[in-house]
């Protein structure tokens, strides 16, 4: 009868090893071997190498073609680089004009006492500078879609933008809406700092004999609580600006990818054994079981 059992074990075990070479229920090769950023000017996207000078220059040259990243990194420090690169000359008087008018029209009206005047010029003179990055990042060549480096610069450029270039139009009030929230909210509680603030400093103040209806440990109490949730939303903005720069790469890379309708099936022999085989202390004599293991991946 043993005999019989470990002969119908053996017989199992061998049906359930050819049954496994025929299962081949998997996904299509080319998924896995399916290239996701074909762009020849960019073999490698901008995220995977740090930025070279010398790959830099030889772009501004024009002997070479330079990652999308590489080229706005390399403009942020040289003004007028994507220009160059992009071969739109006739940008450069306009980019240095915008950017050095400003600022120099700003230190003038700051030596004149004229402070109002000079912050809004260096405004104008930070907004051009952001224009020529973003002019770049437009113009750049070629246009393959999708591109994960074009991508992440829109979102970084503009919040929400990459999710518009790749088409996931859904996510904007999600993102846009969350953070004008969070906005909104640093603002209310930036101002209500600024008044329990004010009160703390009145009701300290030695020289002056405050009246008001709030004490000082009060105005001491609300200061702290809507400094801490000022800063908390501080936190909420950088992280929401964040999280939608990585969508917008992560979604980008991801947006040729195949997914196919198969499952895949293994199948394969398994031994098993008594549930109290290896944790009793007197091992019980039943014998072990030949079986078939089954897993499905979807």
């Keep these: 009868m043993n005999h019989m059992k470990l002969i119908c074990s053996l017989l199992a075990a ?22 996701y ?14 930025f070279s000078f010398k ?5 501004l040259r024009h002997e070479a073609d330079i990652q999308i990243g590489t080229m706005t990194a390399g403009s942020a420090v040289i003004l007028g680089g994507s220009q160059i690169y992009n071969k739109q000359y006739w940008k450069l ?24 005047a000079a912050r809004y010029c260096f405004i104008a003179s930070g907004v051009a500078y952001w224009a020529t990055l973003f002019d770049g990042v437009i113009s750049y060549r070629p246009h393959v879609y999708p591109d ?27 993102y846009l809406g969350a953070m004008a929230f969070a906005v909104h909210y640093y603002m209310d509680c930036n101002t209500n700092y600024q008044r329990f ?50 969508d917008a790469n992560v979604f980008s890379y991801m947006h040729n990818f195949e997914v196919d309708d198969d499952i895949a099936l293994k199948v394969a022999p398994a031994l098993i054994m008594p549930e109290n ?5 007197n091992p019980v004599t039943q014998p072990a079981a030949v079986g078939l293991r089954l897993g499905i991946s979807f």
């Design 197 to 246: 603030r004010s009160i703390y400093l009145q009701a300290t103040d030695t020289e002056t004999t405050y009246t008001g209806p709030i004490s000082a440990d009060q105005a001491l109490y609300y200061r702290n609580v809507y400094r801490r949730y000022r800063d908390y939303s501080a936190l909420a903005i950088a992280a929401l600006y964040l999280l939608q720069v990585i």
């Design 55 to 59: 790959e830099y220059f030889s772009g």
């Design 14 to 35: 061998f049906l359930a090893a050819f049954f496994c070479m025929e299962a081949s229920a998997q996904f299509k090769e080319e998924a896995f071997s399916q290239q």
């Design 37 to 50: 950023n074909d762009d020849k000017a960019a073999d490698q996207d901008s995220t995977d190498v740090l």
């Design 148 to 174: 994960p480096g074009r991508a992440t610069l829109y979102s970084i450029f503009v919040p929400g933008l990459g999710q518009i270039y790749n088409h996931e139009y859904w996510k904007l009030p999600i």
């Design 277 to 281: 085989q290896f944790a009793s202390i």
């Design 93 to 116: 008087p306009i980019v240095y004009g915008a950017i050095g008018g400003s600022l120099a029209t700003g230190i003038y009206f700051n030596t004149q006492g004229r402070h109002r």
